[in-house]
């Protein structure tokens, strides 16, 4: 299987040997010749997987007869929207639009919440063909008079069970009644839940199904490892494991952005150079943040399942969970920041005595045991009782030292990320 036997023209195949890629994606194998098509598409796919360059080939090859280098707007309507959950993936999706657009003159731009609206109502104005959004945003350039979608051909929903966890669904309603009927509709989902298929039936017509499996669904190359270790002593295991073993580039998992901050603040203190990410960021900070990461001169990135969500880092090398998720899901997301493009990564994960029956739902997902290590003068202490969060109680201990999870996971914990709404 070839980009060239997908159909590609050569200004797409061009730009794709550049960077670099030999043979397509199970994703983009199937997903291009059917958007090639002009076929909605309802497609089952992680980040990671290639799906960007799965929707976006097709979608610029489908766009390229209307490139034109007039510098009149009027020559330069929107034909494309992409509608994504983070501004992070917006601004990475638009990316990808331009590397595999960079030899046809078709314009884009991103537009999302954060930062001043000025510039991009300038970049609108100035006429776009291929638009990468977040919905609030993009309602607030609809109240404006900015946008017109009167020539739109194709929208995409990226990462579309994101958006409805952010709680997005009404804005999202709304966007898609500002589009034409005769468009082609594609939408892309780590997950098909229930909510998802009825979105989809409301919005595409007849579309194809393309689903592959999650790159690190059985984690085959993510080595795992559990460290049990008392809740107190999380922070000083973690610097511990840093800096015995030497490790560069580590990606941290925290539940809450308080606690995100916080454990970054202490690791910079232990002398290890580390940032936060997440929705509390300004947009500078977080770009800041990813790049300085992304170079190296960042050792130790601090996130939330959100602001990690659709990340692209290569090859990332570790992976760690200061604290479980809630949502036994978000564990194997977590994890699929390592142990990319057929390299081994690693995830370790801290875990405390109140955190056992996340732990337990996780391995169930995983349908295996995950290998416990005590690490030598980290052995939890057996006397201290577990404080799991239930019915409501919370610890009011500060965090790093706050119990990480609540039974029942899923069935009884609402999820927080619903109510965190545009925060992220
Ligand atoms: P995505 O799932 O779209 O976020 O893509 C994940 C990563 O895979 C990105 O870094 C892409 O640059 C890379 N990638 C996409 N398609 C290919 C391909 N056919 N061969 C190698 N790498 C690819």
């Known amino acids: 299987m070839s980009f060239e036997s997908l159909g590609l023209m050569p200004e797409l195949l061009r730009a794709v040997r550049e960077q670099g890629y030999e043979t397509p994606t199970p994703i983009q194998a199937q997903a291009i010749p059917i958007v090639l098509e002009g076929r909605d598409l309802m497609g089952r796919a992680q980040t990671g997987t290639g799906k960007t360059a799965g929707f976006t080939l097709p979608m610029l090859q489908r766009l390229a007869h209307h490139a034109s280098t007039s510098t009149s707007p009027a020559r330069h309507p929107i034909r494309a929207l992409i509608l994504t959950p983070t501004r992070?993936?917006?601004?990475?999706?638009?990316?990808?639009?331009?590397?595999?657009?960079?030899?046809?003159?078709?314009r884009s731009t991103t537009i999302f919440g954060g930062v001043n609206i000025n510039p991009q109502t300038k970049?609108?104005?100035?006429?776009?063909?291929?638009?990468?959004?977040?919905?609030?945003?993009?309602?607030?350039?609809?109240?404006?008079?900015n946008l017109n979608f009167s020539q739109l051909e194709v929208v995409v929903l990226d990462e579309a069970d994101r958006m409805l966890d952010m709680g997005f669904i009404r804005d999202i309603r709304k966007i898609i009644?500002?589009?034409?009927?005769?468009?082609?509709?594609?939408?892309?989902?780590?997950?098909?839940?229930?909510?998802?298929?009825?979105?989809?039936?409301?919005?595409?017509?007849?579309?194809?199904?393309?689903?592959?499996?999650?790159?690190?669904?059985?984690?085959?190359?993510?080595?795992?490892?559990?460290h049990p270790v008392d809740r107190e002593r999380k922070r000083a295991l973690l610097a511990h494991l840093i800096q015995s073993r030497g490790l560069e580039q580590v990606l941290v998992f925290t539940r809450t952005k308080h606690g995100a901050n916080r454990l970054s603040e202490q690791?910079?203190?232990?002398?290890?150079?580390?940032?936060?990410?997440?929705?509390?960021?300004?947009?500078?900070?977080?770009?800041?943040?990813?790049?300085?990461?992304?170079?190296?001169?960042?050792?130790?990135?601090?996130?939330?399942?959100?602001?990690?969500?659709?990340?692209?880092?290569d090859q990332l090398p570790h992976v760690v969970n200061y604290?479980?998720?809630?949502?036994?899901?978000?564990y194997i997301h977590r994890i699929g920041r390592t142990g990319r493009a057929g390299s081994e990564g690693e995830a370790l994960s801290l875990v405390c005595v109140d955190e056992q029956r996340l732990?337990?739902?996780?391995?169930?997902?995983?349908?295996?045991?995950?290998?416990?290590?005590?690490?030598?003068?980290?052995?939890?202490?057996?006397?201290?009782?577990?404080?799991?969060?239930?019915?409501?109680?919370?610890?009011?201990?500060?965090?790093?030292?706050?119990?990480?999870?609540?039974?029942?996971?899923?069935?009884?914990?609402?999820?927080?990320?619903?109510?965190?709404?545009r925060a992220e």
């Open 267 to 313: 690791l910079d203190k232990d002398g290890i150079s580390s940032m936060a990410i997440h929705g509390n960021k300004s947009q500078p900070q977080r770009i800041k943040a990813l790049a300085d990461f992304k170079k190296g001169a960042v050792r130790v990135l601090v996130a939330t399942d959100i602001a990690a969500r659709g990340l692209d880092i």
């Open 123 to 145: 970049a609108l104005r100035a006429g776009v063909e291929i638009l990468v959004a977040t919905p609030g945003r993009l309602l607030d350039h609809q109240q404006q008079g």
């Open 177 to 226: 009644g500002l589009l034409p009927a005769q468009r082609q509709t594609l939408l892309f989902s780590a997950t098909f839940t229930d909510e998802i298929k009825q979105l989809a039936s409301a919005f595409l017509k007849n579309p194809a199904l393309v689903e592959v499996t999650p790159r690190n669904s059985a984690a085959e190359l993510v080595h795992q490892v559990v």
């Open 323 to 330: 604290e479980l998720p809630q949502v036994p899901e978000d």
């Open 359 to 421: 732990l337990k739902d996780i391995e169930k997902l995983l349908r295996k045991d995950l290998p416990k290590q005590v690490v030598t003068g980290y052995a939890p202490d057996p006397s201290i009782p577990a404080e799991p969060i239930e019915n409501g109680r919370r610890s009011s201990r500060p965090a790093g030292g706050r119990p990480a999870g609540r039974p029942g996971g899923r069935a009884s914990a609402p999820r927080p990320r619903r109510s965190g709404g």
């Open 88 to 106: 992070e993936l917006a601004m990475q999706v638009e990316e990808s639009v331009r590397t595999y657009g960079r030899h046809i003159p078709l």
